[in-house]
């Protein structure tokens, strides 16, 4: 899974989101590493609605346009914490091996 | 005319970019996601952000949008014998591998440039290892490698061996090259024959997260 999408889902973790609100969520929640353009979020989405990871939550008209809210799937989640899962244990292995001394305490 | 609908004006000539469909779809509340990103006074959109959008558009109509997502997908290679790669490489067919990939959705299945289909996978109505004895009509030539297609049916092989067929509940509309064209039926050559049979059969398919008691 490319960073993109695991922190598309990771943003509509915790709950539905809408376009630009999963845009700066991203941002956030990469501390500013992760900027998503318009394209590339919109391709995603349609890939992941395919994959039947994530839904369409609700629909609403702010200032006459159209936000198109998006949630997570139960499968969905399912994904994302695999996918969290890997990256956490790889990240164990990484840590140990550059620091065997601090590894041993804990 | 004032700054934002000039810029919702150039937003939009790129939206055209897209497929039709998708478009219709979306193009709402990517305007929405665009114009709730400009600055105050932007008249014209960022180049990177008319470059990513041009991207997306051309690799949605020429069918290559992955979103850059590998979820849950098993791939399949085709197989190709030394011969048949060599010439396959020659007519620039070879350069990504040949493949039959498969996503909880849909069975995706290319030859570089000279083949491309996107099957949903409720489409697919069997899947059985071929003999190369019952091929019929031209398909029986036995040195046939690469695309070919008869009314209905497309033969994707690099190898006479490791054949499955594949039959649809009804007709989609393929790449062969630039030119599309109704399949009803797809017969490739698969590196593991017995496992793209496995992996395409219903029978075999389960919904995501089933088969997991402990929950």
């Keep these: 899974m490319q960073e993109a999408t695991f922190m598309i889902l990771t943003a509509l973790a915790a709950g539905g989101q809408h376009g630009y609100g999963i845009i700066t969520d991203v941002q956030e929640i ?14 995603a989405l349609e890939r992941l ?7 369409v939550d609700r629909e609403e008209i ?45 | 005319m004032s700054d934002s609908a000039d810029l919702e004006r150039r937003y939009r000539r790129l ?30 959109p960022r180049l990177g952000e008319a470059a990513n959008l041009i991207k997306h558009a051309l690799w949605m109509r020429l069918g290559l949008s992955r979103g850059g997502i590998m979820i849950n997908e098993t791939t399949f290679p085709i197989s190709v014998d030394r011969p048949s790669r060599t010439l396959m490489t020659a007519f620039g067919a070879g350069r990504k591998a040949p493949r039959v990939t498969m996503s909880s959705s849909t069975v995706d299945v290319r030859m570089g440039w000279a083949f491309h289909a996107t099957i949903p996978r409720e489409s697919v109505a069997s899947a059985r290892p071929l003999n190369r004895g019952e091929l019929r009509g031209p398909f029986r030539i036995s040195v046939l490698r690469g695309v070919n297609y008869w009314p209905r049916t497309a033969l994707v092989n690099g190898a006479g061996t490791g054949l499955v067929e594949i039959t649809l509940n009804r007709s989609k509309w393929v790449w062969l090259g630039p030119l599309r064209a109704p399949m009803r039926r797809l017969i490739v050559s698969a590196e593991d024959q017995s496992g793209l049979v496995a992996e395409l059969n219903p029978s075999s398919q389960r919904s995501p997260g089933a088969g997991d008691p402990s929950s």
């Excluded at chain 1, 353009?37 to 919109?42: E, N, S, V």
């Excluded at chain 2, 897209?18 to 219709?24: M, N, V």
């Excluded at chain 2, 709402?28 to 014209?44: P, T």
């Design chain 1, 30 to 43: 990469s501390a500013g590493r992760v900027h998503l353009k318009a394209g590339t979020l919109y391709a």
């Design chain 1, 49 to 55: 609605r395919a994959d039947k990871l994530i839904e």
């Design chain 1, 62 to 106: 702010v200032d006459s346009r159209l936000r198109r809210y998006y949630r997570l799937t139960p499968a969905g989640g399912e994904v994302l914490a695999a996918e969290a899962a890997r990256l956490q244990a790889n990240a164990r292995v990484a840590m140990s091996r550059l620091k065997p001394a601090a590894g041993a305490v804990t």
């Design chain 2, 15 to 44: 939206l055209a970019c897209y497929p039709h469909a998708f478009r219709h779809e979306h193009e709402q509340e990517i305007l929405a996601v665009l114009m709730a990103g400009a600055d105050e006074g932007q008249q014209r």
